[in-house]
């Protein structure tokens, strides 16, 4: 069976392997950033086309191997069969990452690897394929660790994350990958009702409808496995006319959404409305520290201003003690989960958070923030 990889955002991959499993992913094991399986073609199609959590899915078409020299990578990249698996009219790109590598020049061996493949090619087909920086069709990823290598090519395309549905977008939005993982995270399941209060573009509130109306994340898609040469194009079109006959009715949904910003709380309109599910959340324009709980218990959860979104350093340590007295003084009986990457939150929120779990947001080093609020904590005494 063929290896694989699957990328996800650092913080991820206990829930991502998890979910493989699901997909029926075998010799599933995590490490830092992604998880290696391996598997049989259906599965790599259906973990592209059903996972929440993964950035992308690479096929291993080298396993680690020793090198010396740029050379000795060339040679190694030129051995491969590449003619076999996909066709000159595709164009490529090739992506390299080193970590503690001996090589001097990262520039010089994406090259090296590139020249390796179009050679390959010219000397077995009479021609080349071309390189495209934007919208590649063949991603080719090298990843050099000490004194070992390795080389995938990209089932994904476009990265997982980017469900073909949210177009319209705030700064600096999250990922819908790490959204769902936080989803997950929070415990959360469909049928229970959710507030997002800072929501933005409606990240949150789009994989959590989805998630309830058992859309598949992948379903309004393309992806690279189908034009490698392998691709089973049966297996796959009744892979996702399955999906969509599991699909169900849209209809309205306990999930709840607001924004102190008419701009983000349009946005959030129009991606719920250009994916079909607009009816399925409630949505409104109030401030945070003004919102209502939309049912007697739920789950509450928002990704906080910070980094790019941030605004005057004094104005959020401001927020942060009124967003814990509006919590407290309206929200017993729920769990909040705050998600951000100013960790000043912790003590500035003047309540005690029963769980913190580490996360990334890209680069960005953040933390979630679990609260259970107890009905009639704020009580004077």
């Known amino acids: 069976m063929p290896d694989f990889f699957a990328t996800c955002p650092r913080g991820l991959e206990k829930l991502l392997s998890d979910e493989l499993t699901s997909c029926g992913a075998a010799d599933v094991q995590a490490t830092d950033g992604g998880v290696g399986f391996s598997g049989d073609w259906p599965t790599c ?29 060339y040679q190694a990249v030129y051995d491969l069969p590449w003619t076999r698996w996909f066709d000159v009219k595709h ?19 994406t090259l090296k690897i590139k020249d390796a493949v179009c050679d390959k090619f010219r000397a077995e087909k009479k021609e080349r394929p071309s390189v495209a920086k934007l919208e590649p069709d063949m991603r080719i990823h090298a990843f050099f660790q000490g004194d070992q290598f390795t080389l995938y090519l990209d089932t994904s395309g476009e990265a997982l994350y980017k469900r073909g549905v949210r177009t319209h977008t705030n700064i600096a939005p999250l990922r819908e990958n790490l959204a769902a993982g936080i989803l997950k995270m929070t415990g959360w399941q469909p049928g229970v009702p ?19 109306l058992n859309i598949q994340p992948g379903i309004g898609r393309h992806f690279a496995f189908e034009k490698l040469k392998n691709f089973d194009a049966k297996v796959w079109n009744e892979m996702r006319e399955a999906a969509i006959a599991a699909q169900k009715p849209v209809c309205e949904l306990p999930i709840h959404g607001s924004d102190l910003y008419g701009d983000a709380l349009k946005a959030a309109h129009m991606n719920l409305e250009e994916a079909g599910i607009r009816q399925t959340v409630d949505l409104k324009q109030c401030n945070a ?15 906080l201003p910070y980094g790019e979104r941030m605004g005057d350093e004094d104005e959020l340590a401001a927020l942060y003690p009124q967003l814990g ?28 958070p029963s769980k913190r779990t580490p996360l990334f947001n890209g680069a960005i080093e953040c933390r979630l923030f679990e609260y259970k609020i107890v009905v009639g904590s704020n009580r004077p005494r």
């Open 325 to 352: 007295d509006a919590l407290k003084k309206k929200f017993g009986g729920w769990n909040a989960y705050l998600f951000t990457g100013d960790l000043r939150i912790a003590k500035l929120m003047r309540l005690t």
């Open 194 to 212: 959710l507030l997002d209060p800072m929501c933005g573009s409606g990240t949150f509130l789009i994989e959590a409808a989805q998630m309830s």
């Open 45 to 73: 199609y259906r973990i592209n086309l059903q996972s929440r959590l993964a950035s992308r899915v690479l096929w291993r078409v080298k396993a680690p191997s020793a090198y010396r020299t740029e050379q000795e990578v």
């Open 91 to 109: 164009t490529i790109l090739v992506k390299v990452t080193a970590i503690k590598s001996p090589l001097t020049s990262l520039e010089f061996i």
């Open 289 to 303: 520290l003004e919102a209502s709980p939309p049912e007697a218990t739920g789950i509450l959860v928002a990704n």
